[in-house]
Structure formats: C-alpha cells, structure tokens
C-alpha cells in the first residue's frame, strides 16, 4: 500500500493557491485579498488533511490547524471589505477559537 505523502502535495496546493492569488490580482482585485485567499485554499488543505488523519485516529491537531487558518482567510476578506465590523470579526474568532480548543480537547 502506498503511504501518502501530505508534504509534498502541501507544496503543490501552496504554489496553485499563490497561481490563484496572482490571476486574481491580474485581474483587478485588490492585492490586500492575495494573502487570504492563499490561508484559505491553504486552509481548506489543512482541513482535507486532518480530517484525513483524524479518520485514522492520529494527530487531530492538523485539522485544528487547517479550520484556524481558512478562518482567519475568511475573516480577513470580510475584513476588507466591511472595516467597520472589524471588532465583532475580531470576537467572532475568539469565539471559534475557544469552540475549537474545547472541541478537540473533547475528541
């Protein structure tokens, strides 16, 4: 059976997401969005990842991982593009942080 390795597909999603950022700023939008769209492709990775090894009982803090970055993407985009809400972002993440840790303290 062949053992996956997760490291070398890593690089290959970081480079595809920096190839998504860049096409999007090519085509008008603002450069402030590049680094969130790469934590949240790079995210979202994470996530496939742990849910990955999670199934295989091992090292759920990959998933904690991944969610804590595709978050911080989406609340940096929203961010952006809504500045006046910038404290209710900020306490929204605290809030899923908290449920995160509380979360995958349980598991």
């Not at 860049?22 to 492709?41: C, E, K, Q, R, V």
């Not at 979202?44 to 993407?73: C, D, P």
């Amino acid at each position: 059976m062949n053992k996956i390795n997760f490291d070398t597909y890593t690089i290959g999603i970081f480079f595809v997401s920096l190839a998504m950022a860049t096409m999007l700023y090519a085509l008008g939008i603002d450069l402030m969005i590049d680094i969130p769209i790469i934590f949240i492709i790079m995210g979202l990775w994470g996530i496939y990842v742990g849910f990955y090894y999670f199934s295989k009982n091992r090292e759920k803090y990959r998933l904690g991982w991944g969610i804590i970055i595709t978050i911080i993407g989406v609340l940096w985009i929203l961010n952006v593009y809504i500045p006046e809400y910038n404290l209710y972002l900020l306490a929204l993440l605290f809030l899923i942080l908290g449920g995160l840790i509380i979360f995958l303290s349980r598991i």
